[in-house]
């Protein structure tokens, strides 16, 4: 089955610091990969998503690029403020729709 | 603008008693689901439904039940059998017809057992 691995948390950063949350998948096929946030007693938004190999995905300085040779789409920013500080997902959707979610990676960003 | 809104925000619940969700959407979405999110941890998922009148059990089913009258609507009811409901309850819906689309969430409703 499709799976997904996040890297444990939690992260700790001061501000403007360089932020790499890291996310590889298992799956068949070519899936669609996602990032999503969640912010504290909230529902998860969508960061960014990249739906073929070598795409990248970016939005509010966020980056990731789909890499199918390694399978992994790392989560980016060159310079991390203290309002990003939230829980992230890494998720993929396989071409029958189904998703998948890592277990999230709580960041913490210090002033 | 379009959402996705899940009521109520908090919710307390009797053991015993069965409590319903809300969730409406107005995205013209086909794809509707419940995920259950506990302190710390991932989703997991409940219940979906890819069209109206339709839907399937995902993976921690037992205990709740749901409806898809309307394309626009998904409640979920955690019934008496679910031994322990305390949790944060998310819904979500996305377009059908493949892989690329993302999921649109709701804020959640936060059940307590009292």
């Known amino acids: 089955g499709n799976s997904v691995t996040q890297m444990e948390g939690p992260v700790t950063l001061s501000e403007e610091a360089f932020l790499t949350i890291n996310c590889t998948y298992t799956?068949?096929?070519?899936?669609?990969l996602f990032w999503y946030v969640q912010y504290p007693g909230e529902g998860l938004q969508l960061l960014l998503k990249?739906?073929?190999?070598?795409d990248k995905g970016s939005n509010k300085g966020f980056e990731a690029t789909y890499r199918k040779e390694t399978t992994s789409f790392h989560l980016e920013k060159g310079s991390v403020q203290v309002s990003d500080s939230a829980v992230y997902f890494c998720?993929?959707?396989?071409?029958?729709?189904?998703?998948?979610f890592g277990d999230g990676t709580t960041l913490t960003v210090k002033p | 603008d379009g959402g996705i809104t899940q009521s109520p925000k908090y919710l307390f619940r009797k053991e015993g008693q069965n409590v319903t969700l809300s969730c409406e959407q107005n995205?013209?979405?086909?794809?509707m689901y419940w995920y259950r999110q506990d302190p710390g941890q991932g989703l997991r998922l409940i219940y979906y439904?890819?069209?109206?009148?339709?839907?399937q059990k995902g993976d921690i089913a037992e205990g709740y039940s749901v409806s898809r009258e309307k394309k626009e609507s998904f409640p979920l009811t955690v019934t008496s059998a679910q031994k322990n409901p305390t949790a944060f309850y998310l819904c979500?819906?996305?377009?059908?017809?493949?892989?690329?689309?993302?999921?649109?969430f709701g804020s959640g409703t936060r059940l307590t057992v009292v």
């Open positions: 979500a819906s996305s377009m059908n017809g493949g892989q690329d689309y993302g999921y649109t």
């Open positions: 799956a068949t096929g070519y899936p669609s």
């Open positions: 990249a739906t073929k190999a070598d």
């Open positions: 998720a993929l959707r396989n071409n029958a729709g189904k998703s998948t």
């Open positions: 995205l013209n979405h086909d794809a």
């Open positions: 439904s890819q069209i109206v009148n339709d839907f």
